[in-house]
């Protein structure tokens, strides 16, 4: 976990890591949010409606967004404070997923920065973009 104060943060510092998808991932994630829709559920179902396969949930890939902040870019020191999402392309299990972000702009008044991210798969595919801000208390 990288421990980054304000201080050491500076417009265009970057970090990012990787993530793979997992049927574990979608269990717990169908467990702790309810959503029982057969897309994510059912591969037939799924098919029929012109996807190669099961979708991963969109909100389970967005996680990474929230450990991109706490454990990478600042890291300990920060929180997440808002986070607007576009996705742009189908999540599968077994996709390995790149998660990076860049710091764009920075508020000395506040302690805040704004982070652009971007998760790739492993095609190299843009699978969805956020703009974050994080909010750091040392």
């Known amino acids: 976990m990288n421990e980054y104060t304000f201080n050491q943060m500076e417009v265009g510092k970057e970090e990012h ?57 600042p890291g300990k020191h920060a929180m997440l404070q808002s986070l607007n999402i576009k996705f742009q392309k189908p999540v599968f299990v077994g996709d390995k997923l790149n998660i990076s972000g860049k710091i764009t702009h920075m508020s000395e008044v ?16 843009k699978v969805s973009t956020a703009k974050i801000t994080a909010g750091l208390f040392r």
């Open 110 to 125: 506040y302690k805040v920065v704004e982070i652009k991210s971007i998760i790739l798969n492993q095609d190299r595919e």
């Open 17 to 73: 890591f990787f993530a793979i998808i997992t049927e574990d991932m979608m269990s717990a994630f169908c467990d702790i949010s309810g959503d029982i829709n057969p897309l994510h559920m059912d591969s037939d179902y799924a098919q029929c409606q012109h996807f190669k396969d099961r979708l991963v949930y969109g909100l389970l890939t967005a996680s990474f967004y929230s450990t991109l902040i706490g454990v990478h870019l």
